[in-house]
């Protein structure tokens, strides 16, 4: 790159909350969807009446937006560029910018100091606990629609697909560990009849997971909800499991963590148990705009959920199950989301 275009870059970066701040301000204001519906584009004049704000306002907004490549202008008319179709209409833009906005933009001011504490020095923004985990379900409505729109949208697409792997096994009783507000619980229940979910979590999803199982009279006497915290390291986990379930579960602890847990299931699984653990692998995307986007999940979950988690690798992964005494005897990589990635773990034969 040549000295005067990387200035040029460098200056992108320097100004990046700018940017973002615009274009969240634009989306908010309904800016974005009136250009969208307007192909051949409107003048500030026009966006000005359309919305009811000054000109000045609007002025600021679509200069910034131009020069950010977000929008383009021809003849007094601004409209959106093919990137500002994307910030305007694609679904994962959309979860990542609200998660970054209401999640995240305040805690990342804090990230130096989380990285040289090692604790989510940024999450006193949203609320006061040690770990995001302790408030996700108590969290304000606004930053809980964001938190679980980004966690849902990395995780339902594939919930079809992982049904057929892990229900080749045949299992009776599944070990949901992480389970969240019951999701899977349900999809698998539903799938399968006969089959019985433990859903184990902390106490504050566990409730959101049975009033969600409750109200499905079908299923809801096929599942029981064990309030675990797996910090602990005088929890358990009992024996009883065919399958234990882990999505995007791992991702939230350390290494050394990661380690303890597995080992904490180990100690009591059936020799012929399988443990699957579903993950978006930073070096299993095919995408650049996916992989930026678990890249930087990382940094949320330095400044704000926990301190010392992030998404890993595959490679990283396997070398801690490998450490705990597993084998990683298969890996499926989803075709139907093409971002997920399933470990299939035994033990040892
Ligand atoms: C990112 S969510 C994943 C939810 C779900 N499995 C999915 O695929 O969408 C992580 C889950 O782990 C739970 N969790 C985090 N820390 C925990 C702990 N120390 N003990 C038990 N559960 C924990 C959270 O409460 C949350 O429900």
């Not at 606990?129 to 995001?132: A, G, L």
């Not at 109200?215 to 299923?219: D, K, V």
């Not at 400044?303 to 926990?306: E, G, K, P, Q, S």
């Given at each position: 790159m040549k000295a005067l275009d990387s200035l040029y870059e460098a200056q992108k970066i320097a100004f990046s909350p700018f940017v973002f701040q615009t274009v969240y301000t634009m989306l908010e204001l309904g800016i974005m969807d009136e250009l969208y519906e307007e192909r051949d584009g409107l003048t500030v004049t026009e966006i000005a009446s359309r919305k009811n704000m000054t000109e000045y306002g609007v002025r600021v907004l679509v200069e910034m937006a131009k020069c950010a490549d977000i929008l383009e202008l021809n003849d007094d008319k601004y409209s959106l560029s093919k990137i500002g179709y994307f910030l305007t209409r694609d679904e994962m833009t959309k979860v990542n910018l609200m998660f970054t906005q209401d999640i995240c933009y305040k805690g990342l001011f804090h990230l130096k100091d989380a990285i040289v504490h090692?604790?989510?020095?940024?999450l006193k923004e949203i609320g006061p606990?040690?770990?995001?985990y302790q408030g996700l379900s108590i969290l304000p409505e606004q930053l809980r629609k964001s938190w679980f729109e980004f966690d849902h949208h990395y995780s339902d697409n594939s919930f079809g697909e992982a049904l057929k792997i892990i229900f080749q096994h045949n299992p009776k009783h599944i070990y949901d560990i992480g389970?969240?507000?019951g999701k899977w619980a349900i999809a698998s229940t539903k799938h399968d009849p006969s089959v019985r979910v433990s859903i184990f979590d902390l106490g504050v999803q566990l409730k959101v997971a049975k009033a969600n199982i409750d109200?499905?009279?079908?299923?809801k006497d096929r599942v029981d909800f064990n309030e675990r915290d797996?910090?602990?390291?005088a929890s358990e986990i009992p024996a009883g499991a065919d399958v234990y379930w882990m999505s995007?579960?791992?991702?939230?602890?350390s290494e050394g963590e990661i380690e303890a847990i597995l080992l904490k299931i180990k100690k009591?699984?059936?020799?012929d148990a399988t443990i699957f653990i579903m993950e978006t692998f930073i070096d299993d995307q095919r995408f650049k705009a996916a992989e930026y986007s678990l890249v930087a999940t990382s940094l949320y979950f330095t400044?704000?959920?926990?301190g010392n988690s992030k998404m890993y690798s595959s490679s990283a992964l396997k070398y801690i199950i490998e450490k705990a005494?597993?084998?990683?005897?298969k890996e499926h990589r989803l075709h139907?989301?093409?971002f997920h990635t399933i470990l299939e773990v035994k033990l040892p034969k």
């Open positions: 090692g604790k989510p020095e940024g606990w040690e770990t995001i389970g969240n507000t109200a499905i009279a079908e299923i797996m910090l602990n390291p995007q579960f791992l991702d939230c602890f009591n699984m059936k020799p400044a704000i959920a926990n005494g597993l084998e990683t005897v139907e989301d093409r």
